[in-house]
């Protein structure tokens, strides 16, 4: 009796390993158009220093509220359009906000693609996985000191959930730190890259540069501010 119980649990969970199996991947496939659908906000300070760190959070609200004023993106194409064409501004922004603090060290501003750990936010959670983000590095301390992140597009720093165009990634972003969630973060742990890919980062009127020859064409030089370089397509 003990063979047959044993034999019938196992014909059942095979029975199920399908179901499981495509489940699994329906989770990944949210995942991957989660990270696609989203453009993150990174700042990284000088140090970890009382000064540094308020200047970092000084920045942060400078650019947020610059957001706030001038983006008016609809998808996350147009925030990633966006983003690129005022990267000059936005280091100008950081530029002033540091200069008003006594502070004069270099600020770099990027799009980049790079990994993200799982991270929590007052409105919901992001898995783990490689995202798109604008960053900006405050002073050349290689090792920075305590970052800031949170999410430009579609807004999750500051609205509530249900921002995605899609149920599906509201439900993952919103719905509650379940397996489903554990799925795609385990997956993005395993198989992610680490490196981090410049898209885009701004320069000076000589350094202008476009790895692909497209970035003038695409995104033009915003009047009155340096000139900024695609290092890849976006």
């Given at each position: 009796m003990a063979l047959g119980c044993a034999v019938l649990s196992l014909a059942l969970l095979l029975s199920a390993l399908p179901a499981a199996l495509r489940w699994g991947q329906a989770q990944l496939d949210t995942g991957a158009l989660l990270c696609a659908d989203t453009l993150r906000f990174h700042i990284r300070a000088d140090s970890d220093s009382p000064a540094d760190q308020t200047a970092k959070l000084a920045v942060r609200d400078a650019v947020l509220a610059y957001a706030d004023v001038h983006c008016t993106a609809q998808d996350k194409?147009?925030?990633?359009?966006?983003?690129?064409?005022?990267?000059?501004?936005?280091?100008?922004?950081?530029?002033?906000?540091?200069?008003?603090?006594?502070?004069?060290?270099?600020?770099?501003?990027?799009l980049v693609e790079m990994y993200f750990d799982t991270t929590r936010y007052s409105t919901g959670i992001l898995p783990a996985g490689r995202y798109q983000a604008l960053r900006i590095d405050l002073g050349g301390n290689a090792r920075h000191g305590k970052n800031w992140w949170c999410v430009l597009y579609?807004?999750?720093?500051?609205?509530?959930?249900?921002?995605?165009?899609?149920?599906?990634?509201?439900?993952?972003?919103?719905?509650?730190?379940?397996?489903?969630?554990?799925?795609?973060?385990?997956?993005?742990?395993?198989?992610?890259?680490?490196?981090?890919?410049?898209?885009?980062?701004?320069?000076?009127?000589?350094?202008?540069?476009?790895?692909?020859?497209?970035?003038k064409k695409r995104y033009g030089t915003p009047p009155h501010c340096a000139a900024y370089a695609v290092v890849e397509g976006v």
């Open positions: 194409p147009a925030a990633l359009r966006w983003a690129a064409e005022n990267l000059p501004a936005l280091e100008l922004t950081a530029r002033a906000v540091l200069a008003g603090r006594g502070i004069f060290s270099t600020v770099t501003v990027q579609p807004g999750l720093c500051r609205s509530a959930c249900g921002t995605y165009a899609l149920p599906e990634e509201n439900d993952l972003v919103c719905g509650g730190y379940v397996v489903r969630f554990k799925c795609v973060e385990w997956w993005q742990r395993v198989t992610a890259s680490r490196e981090d890919k410049v898209l885009v980062e701004t320069a000076s009127p000589s350094q202008a540069r476009s790895k692909d020859g497209e970035g």
